[in-house]
């Protein structure tokens, strides 16, 4: 498979005129950065049949590989971090040295971590690490599909998908400071406005989305293919392995998006039905226009009508927008790619057995099969707190081996602090204090544990005791670019918002990827206010050059 | 306010697991075909029996040899797996997504869209 045959999911004249319009238009847009323009990718698409998934793979990409041991602490940092599953990850490292090998590559740095989510979640990162999701693990019917999942994330690595994020982070540094250039040329009185500024941000931001969004849709294209060269290289199944794990991907998104439409749909008739039982509104002095005072005058419940309406608009809108601009083409599509893949190279889907006992044998390992019970009763806590047995379940998930790890010792956490006091037995301890059994495994650290615990500790107004615990959870997380945006709110909040500005510039210096949410965190109460209303102007500003 | 208090509870109410279903056929691969090709055994190489879109979805009886046992118009047959596409079951939910939401980087979509 060579770089060069790469072509756009889906395929087809209309997928190429828009991809060769999309770059047209971005040769010719000086606000994008030549750091993006120059991609590979984006000079190398063309309309093509199926790449040969039985030829050679393209030869490797030299790179600078960033700190691996930096990479994972970072992780520690995201969502609920890690989890500490050695002898799984013994198997899945196992699994990852044999993709390496099959690739040529058996000394890159990386290995596979495990994910602390109930979602479907994997992803690599640029350092030659994988992270997998517990539920992946839990539900995957065969090492086939696993080795499809782990061979396609290696596929992004080893196809240097990484250097799209240095060549954005690169631009969008080129085009702030362009941006402040123009900005300070400006008078005073325009910055409310819509001005030049917005048109080059805007401009550079819509240009870098369409780069980006062919960029990712090529290359998951490109890793899916990847894939399947290697899992049948290694031995496995097409029909268990890829096609299994597409398929799988298919449902799960499937059912997320009927789950979100539900809830939109519930949400709507809520609405409605307060609009129903609310009295009708006066016209007041806020109905300065006749639309607004239309819409007063026929009460409350036409207003939620309309309400209902916008909901309803917003949703849809922002459905279709992810269809069209996500980062992955359709799993329908990658499904059909994969399909006629396999009926110009049937060698590829060939039939083969799945291998189902060494997964097998993997999860239900002595103490991996105790982390996953406990970690599936944990998400049931969590889900629904509120359920009757759910202490009691919470305390079955604070066993070995996950008493520190901080998903259990969440759902216990939350299973407390839902449970009503006994009537004799007044809660005195703050349940927030469980959360540091978490500090004291290294393995198991997370900083969603100290996020918490100090937040609840400044809320009950314990600020040096709040402290002490994020200055403790730093001086583990220091390199970690995603602790640093609540570390610099919290310092905001307890020591003020110059401190929190300072802390903001050394997060930007440190970690650039990091720089506009530590720069949003350090925005006091006073100055975001002020930035809602200026960027509220600026709607209105756009709405009137082009709509009046 | 008041909006928002109904919002999140409706969204607990909302937010329970999906039960985990049998395996179905629910689409034909590529997406683009039609008919769906009927065996009457494992491995036959061809058959005048065909279901269409229309039959779908269909429980998957039993699965052997890349062939998936079907019961269609009350008698059992056999489908080639690679024609068609079945909905596998998950265990997985937004729990731990929505309590602590994750920002994904340019470069680390993951191995699909962010569903949660």
Redesign the interface.
């Known amino acids: 498979m060579r770089a060069d045959r790469r072509r756009l999911p889906g395929g087809g004249a209309p997928a190429l005129a828009a991809a060769l319009l999309a770059v047209g238009l971005l040769a010719g847009c000086e606000t994008m950065p030549q750091s993006i323009a120059s991609l590979p990718v984006i000079s190398q698409i063309r309309s093509s049949g199926p790449s040969n998934p039985l030829a050679e793979l393209p030869p490797p990409v030299a790179r600078t590989w960033p700190d691996v041991r930096q990479d994972v602490l970072n992780q520690r940092a995201r969502g609920f971090g890690l989890v500490n599953a050695p002898e799984l990850q013994r198997y899945l490292n196992g699994l990852l040295t044999r993709i390496k090998t099959a690739a040529g590559v058996p000394n890159w740095p990386g290995g596979v971590h495990v994910l602390a989510s109930h979602a479907l979640d994997a992803y690599a990162t640029g350092a030659g690490n994988i992270y997998i999701s517990l539920s992946w693990l839990t539900d995957m019917e065969s090492e086939d599909e696993l080795v499809a999942l782990l061979s396609h994330e290696f596929a992004h690595i080893y196809l240097h998908y990484h250097q799209l994020e240095s060549a954005v982070a690169d631009a969008d540094t080129v085009t702030s400071v362009l941006g402040l250039g123009v900005g300070l040329t400006l008078k005073t009185g325009e910055a409310a406005r819509w001005n030049k500024v917005d048109t080059l941000l805007t401009t550079y931001t819509l240009g870098r989305g369409l780069v980006t969004t062919i960029y990712s849709q090529s290359e998951e294209s490109a890793a899916d293919r990847f894939s399947l060269s290697l899992t049948h290289k290694l031995g496995y199944s097409y029909e268990h392995g890829i096609k299994a794990f597409l398929e799988r991907l298919a449902t799960w998104e499937d059912e997320q998006e009927k789950r979100e439409k539900l809830q939109q749909e519930a949400l709507l008739a809520a609405i409605r039905a307060q609009a129903a039982t609310a009295p009708p509104s006066r016209p007041g002095a806020a109905a300065s226009n006749p639309l607004n005072q239309g819409i007063a005058a026929t009460g409350a419940a036409a207003q939620g009508e309309v309400a209902a309406a916008a909901s309803q608009l917003s949703f849809e809108l922002t459905k279709g927008f992810e269809k069209v601009a996500g980062s992955h083409p359709s799993t329908l599509k990658r499904l059909d790619a994969m399909a006629e893949t396999a009926a110009a190279f049937p060698a590829v889907a060939v039939e083969r057995e799945a291998k189902q006992k060494p997964l097998d044998a993997a999860r239900q390992e002595r103490n991996t099969a105790n982390l996953l019970r406990n970690y599936a009763l944990a998400f049931k806590v969590i889900d629904a707190p509120n359920a009757p047995d759910a202490l009691e379940t919470a305390r079955k998930a604070v066993a070995a081996p996950t008493a520190s790890h901080a998903v259990p010792l969440f759902a216990l956490y939350v299973a407390i602090n839902e449970a009503p006091p006994a009537p004799r037995n007044p809660r005195t301890a703050d349940p927030s204090q469980m959360l540091e059994a978490n500090f004291n495994v290294e393995a198991d650290r997370a900083w969603i544990t100290y996020k918490e615990r100090s937040s609840k500790l400044k809320d009950n107004r314990q600020v040096p005791a709040a402290q002490r615990v994020v200055d403790q959870g730093l001086a583990y997380f220091s390199r970690a670019e995603e602790a640093m945006p609540y570390a610099v709110r919290f310092y905001g909040e307890t020591k003020g918002w110059d401190e929190a500005k300072r802390r903001a510039q050394a997060c930007a210096k440190d970690f650039p990827r990091a720089a506009a949410r530590c720069n949003q965190a350090a925005m006091s109460p006073a100055e975001q206010k002020q930035q809602d209303r200026t960027d509220k102007i600026k709607k209105e500003g756009l709405m009137e050059r082009f709509f009046k | 306010m008041?909006?928002q208090v109904?919002?999140i509870g409706?969204?607990?109410?909302?937010?329970?697991?999906?039960a985990v279903a049998q395996s179905q056929i629910v689409?034909l691969?590529?997406?683009?075909q039609t008919t769906l090709d009927l065996y009457d055994n494992v491995g036959d190489s061809g058959t005048d029996t065909r279901a269409t879109l229309a039959d779908l979805p269909m429980n998957v009886l039993e699965t052997k040899?890349?062939h998936h046992r079907v019961n269609y118009k009350g008698k059992d047959y056999w489908v080639r797996?690679?024609q068609v596409?079945?909905?596998?079951?998950?265990?997985?939910?937004?729990?731990?997504?929505r309590?602590?939401?994750?920002?994904?980087?340019?470069?680390?979509?993951?191995?699909?869209?962010?569903?949660?």
């Open positions: 008041k909006n109904i919002a409706l969204f607990a109410v909302l937010a329970s697991p999906w689409g691969m590529p997406s683009n040899a890349g797996g690679p596409r079945i909905s596998r079951g998950s265990s997985a939910g937004c729990t731990t997504a309590i602590a939401p994750t920002t994904q980087t340019t470069s680390t979509p993951g191995a699909g869209k962010n569903a949660c």
